[in-house]
């Protein structure tokens, strides 16, 4: 409402919780690859790690690639804990079975 009251489009919210939540879905999927791209390349010692204690350790923040995709990730699986992203996604693909067919073997 407030953005439609500025001159933006008239946005229904529930379209815009269930389109946030099935990007998220696919986000964090696409997010997952820099653990070993970026963040392990980065920095790749198993003993740096065992000492990291949380992602405000100075090892975690001074390296930019480990510091923005470790946080990323961190949040992103905060928010998967606190939004129901797998029962939305499954909803989903229930309403639209034409888009979701299994692949063909």
């Not at 409402?1 to 500025?6: P, Q």
């Not at 790749?44 to 480990?66: Q, R, T």
Request: hydrophobic share 40%; charged share 25%; proline share 7%.
């Amino acid at each position: 409402a407030e953005y439609y009251k500025h001159g933006g489009p008239l946005v229904d919210p529930d379209e815009l919780r269930l389109q946030m939540r099935l990007t998220m879905v696919t986000s964090f999927l696409g997010n997952l690859q820099y653990i070993e791209s970026e963040i392990l390349k980065d920095m790749p010692s198993k003993a740096e790690w065992n000492s990291v204690k949380s992602h405000w350790d100075p090892l975690v923040m001074g390296k930019w690639n480990v510091r923005c995709r470790t946080v990323a990730i961190m949040q992103m699986l905060a928010y998967y804990l606190k939004a129901p992203l797998h029962d939305t996604f499954m909803e989903w693909v229930a309403e639209h079975p034409d888009l979701c067919k299994e692949p063909a073997k």
